[in-house]
């Protein structure tokens, strides 16, 4: 699952309006914030298997801190609850609880069998990776949906807020689509890096075209 998580960050923004679409979107991708971080620091596992599954050549050995639904539970609380304390906006903190939970529901559903439960524990997954045409009509249409959602409750200020957001969209499917169809990369090491750098540039500019826009009056 790749823009499908940001489908959910997007979204989030409908019942969360006051809470800005970056905070929601890092919610959402908060577990694959840590991983490549996890995988750098050598707490975790992945290793390049073209054939693992059909939509990806990765093979998610051991990530039990970032991607258990134990810890994906623990992370989400401690975001929600430092987001109440600083800025007591309830629909914010628990959209921000569910974002973050969403991430390990998506991905049991795309994963092969190595979602664990808890640290240690066995691996979970429907494997709709398996199906490289369910996959993408899936995550698709949830980004239609999420985008769509979110462009009614805000508008634009001025160019930036258009624009801005328009090549954010337009990155993300590029994005998408090169992962798909490229070549394997060549470590994990390389996976992890990307992603690094990946959520230096994505959050930002989130919080950078939200800031060019503006709620609809509802």
């Known amino acids: 699952m790749f823009i499908g998580h940001f489908a959910v960050g997007f979204a989030a923004k409908r019942v969360a309006p006051r809470t800005n679409v ?67 906006y309830r629909p914010g903190a628990l959209m921000i609880w569910i974002a973050v939970v969403s991430h390990w529901v998506l991905d049991w559903i795309t994963h092969a069998p190595d979602m664990p439960i808890y640290p240690g524990g066995a691996g979970f ?4 990776w398996n199906s490289i045409p369910g996959t993408m009509i899936v ?19 001025d160019r930036i807020g258009r624009f801005a957001l328009l090549a954010y969209i337009v990155l993300l499917l590029i994005a998408y689509a090169g992962d798909r169809f490229s070549d394997p990369p060549s470590s ?4 992890a890096w990307l992603g ?6 994505v959050i930002p500019w989130a919080w950078w075209f939200e800031r060019h826009r503006e709620l609809r009056a509802m």
Not at 125 to 128: E, K
Request: no cysteine; proline share 5%; charged share 10%.
């Open 22 to 88: 970056a905070l929601l979107i890092a919610a959402a991708l908060f577990l694959d914030i840590l991983g490549p971080i996890f995988v750098l620091l050598g707490w975790e596992q992945v290793r390049i298997d073209p054939g693992n599954t059909r939509f990806t050549p990765l093979d998610f050995v051991s990530y039990p801190w970032s991607h258990s639904l134990v810890m994906s539970m623990l992370w989400a609380t401690l975001l929600a609850l430092a987001y109440f304390f600083a800025t007591r």
């Open 139 to 157: 995550e698709l249409l949830m980004f239609a949906v999420g985008v769509g959602l979110y462009v009614q409750v805000t508008r634009p200020r």
């Open 188 to 191: 994990a090491g390389e996976i």
């Open 125 to 128: 997954g429907l494997a709709l």
């Open 196 to 201: 690094v750098i990946a959520s230096a540039v």
